[in-house]
Every structure is written in structure tokens, then in C-alpha cells.
């Protein structure tokens, strides 16, 4: 085991003396969690320059469990203020969050303890909402606590034999695929500022309000492509005119339909699915990753597309708490 150069005394002392939080963990935090997770896998949305990326609007820090002195697990979160309401919600580009804990710590047993103990450091807010990632499926330390959950499902791919997938999608897509190979060509051509005008479609068709600016994306686009770990693709005529766009992200061995959209008015070019087994290919012959995830989605018409194109189900634990009267009436108001 990495021992830890940051004293947990000096750690709890530093966190104690700074009752509100900044838009990021303190030096000494920050260094405290990047030596935890040196010393296991941690998902890319958790990891601290990713969560600079991505926490604009908001403010991020972590909580941590240590054990003879050494920590043994952390838990980030993600806190807003709005409207007089202060709650923990996730940041945009982030799919999951939760404890993480290092793996001789992930007996029961120990987790009940761990958990709790994270759960009570947690700071007092009206509302607690976080997506776990898929492997923690153990959340009845936050149940005790009163806490909620919801099972949502994401859907991945064996991307191993690409061949296989192909043979594996729906008729209809591989016939849509065939017909948009005659209409558009993918290109790595394209700025963030493309990207976002064309992503920002998707929201204006559905009547929603963009969640970032494209300051915020193209914060996150950049801290992505600097290491490596980002694609932007664009489908375009030979009018130059941009069909869809989508942004590809790798973690590990996983590769993640990251961020995605496309112009209302050229759908019916088919343009979509082909940048999808675009970016598969890519995936599997480039970063030689095996699994693809399409990061979502709970929508019945995404949800169609993706199992018809072969995906499975991979569940995960929405877990939720709301403390506040005025805070559940607010959230009510807001959903219709």
C-alpha cells in the first residue's frame, strides 16, 4: 500500500477551517485524494482535474474514511446553491459518483462502517442526489440513513469483434448506416465551437435549457484532449453543412458515447447512427478498448435504439435524499 504523505490530524484540521467550501478542494484535500486514488481504480468522472472541468457552476470537494491512519476511501461530491436551496447534485459530464474504496476494503462489513462514517461527513444540505457507478451495488448503509434509491440503466457493448456488432444491429440501422454513407462523410475536422453550435440543437429541439456554456464545454473538451482521452467527430455533406456530432471518451478499457447531437432539419439523413458506428470502430481499432458505453439512457426512444443496436442492460443506483419541505415542493414545481 502507498503510504500517505498528507497527516489525516492535518487533513481533518485543514477541513475544519474551512467551513465553506471553494470552488475546489484545498491543496491539502487535493493531494490526500490524488494519493487515494493512486492506490486503486477510480472512474475518470471522479478523478480531480476532471472534476475541475466540469464543476463550473458549483463547487466540488471529498470526504474521506481512514483507518490507523491512512485513508481507505473517499467520497467527492458536487454542491450548488441556488434560489436559497443548497444541495448536492451532479455536475455536468459527470455519469457517476459515490464512495470509492480501496479493495481490501470492500467486505461488507467494512463498507457498512465506511459508509456511514462518509454519509455523517457529508455537510448539511437540502437535497442529496448522486449516480453510483455500476459496481457499487451495495447502498443500504444509505438507506439506514434515510436515503432513497432508484434503479437507472445504462447500455454497453461488446466491442471486441466489431464485425459481430455490425451483424448484431437491427436491420433498419445498418440499412439507415448504408444510406448515410451516400450523404455524409465523418471527419476529426471541427471546432469545440462547431460542436457545441450543433450539441446545442438537440436541447433547442427538446425545449430545454443548455446545462453549460461553451466556455464550460470547451473547458472540458480541452482537459480531455490533453490527455489523450478524447474524440470530437462531425458528419458533414459535401455542403460542408454539419449533420451530428459526437465526442468519444476513453476510461480504462471502456470507451463512452460521450456528448452527442444533432441539426433537426438534417436527421433524416441517418447521419447519427453512422457517426455512432464510426466512433466504434475508432474505439475498438485505435484505442483498442472492448467495451463501448453509451452512457444512458432512461428516454423509451434512445433506450430502442440502443438495444436494437445489441447493447445490454448495466443497472445503477440513483441514491437520493431531500431535507427539506420547501426543497421537495420546489423540485415538484420544476418537474410539472
Aim: hydrophobic fraction near 35%; proline fraction near 4%; include cysteine.
Amino acid at each position: 500500500m502507498i503510504k500517505s504523505r498528507i497527516s489525516l490530524n492535518l487533513l481533518k484540521e485543514s477541513n475544519s477551517s474551512n467551513q465553506q467550501p471553494a470552488s475546489m478542494p484545498n491543496e491539502i484535500t487535493r493531494i490526500a485524494y490524488n494519493e487515494f486514488c493512486q492506490k486503486t481504480e477510480v472512474p475518470v468522472f471522479v478523478k480531480d482535474w476532471y472534476l475541475d472541468s466540469a464543476c463550473n457552476d458549483g463547487e466540488w470537494d471529498v470526504v474521506f474514511d481512514e483507518r490507523k491512519g491512512e485513508v481507505c476511501a473517499a467520497m467527492p461530491y458536487f454542491i450548488k446553491r441556488k434560489y436559497g436551496f443548497s444541495y448536492i447534485t451532479m455536475p455536468p459530464f459527470v455519469r457517476y459518483m459515490g464512495p470509492l474504496l480501496l479493495p481490501e476494503f470492500q467486505n461488507l462489513k467494512d463498507q457498512h462502517r465506511i459508509y456511514k462514517n462518509l454519509i455523517d461527513q457529508l455537510p448539511k444540505v437540502d437535497s442529496f442526489n448522486q449516480n453510483f457507478e455500476p459496481e457499487l451495488t451495495n447502498w443500504l448503509p444509505f438507506y439506514w440513513q434515510g436515503y432513497s434509491q432508484s434503479t437507472r440503466y445504462t447500455y454497453r457493448l461488446d466491442i471486441s469483434g466489431t464485425e459481430e456488432v455490425f451483424k448484431h444491429f437491427a436491420l433498419d440501422i445498418r440499412r439507415n448506416i448504408k444510406k448515410a454513407k451516400d450523404q455524409v462523410r465523418i471527419t476529426e475536422e471541427g471546432t469545440a465551437e462547431d460542436f457545441y453550435r450543433v450539441h446545442k440543437m438537440t436541447f433547442d429541439r427538446q425545449e430545454k435549457g443548455m446545462p453549460y456554456s461553451l466556455d464550460i464545454f470547451s473547458n472540458h473538451i480541452k482537459a480531455l484532449e490533453e490527455r489523450g482521452l478524447a474524440k470530437m467527430f462531425f458528419a458533414k455533406d459535401d455542403e460542408q453543412r454539419i449533420h451530428a456530432v459526437s465526442c468519444l471518451m476513453k476510461d480504462g478499457n471502456m470507451a463512452y458515447y460521450h456528448i452527442s447531437g444533432g441539426d433537426p432539419s438534417l436527421r433524416k439523413s441517418g447521419a447519427g447512427i453512422l457517426l455512432v458506428w464510426h466512433i466504434i470502430q475508432y474505439a475498438r481499432a485505435v484505442w483498442d478498448v472492448k467495451i463501448f458505453d453509451f452512457e444512458g439512457s432512461m428516454i423509451k426512444n434512445i433506450e430502442q435504439v440502443w438495444h436494437r443496436a445489441g447493447a445490454y442492460q448495466v443497472p445503477y443506483f440513483n441514491v437520493r435524499k431531500n431535507n427539506s419541505r420547501l426543497f421537495n415542493l420546489a423540485e415538484k414545481i420544476r418537474r410539472g
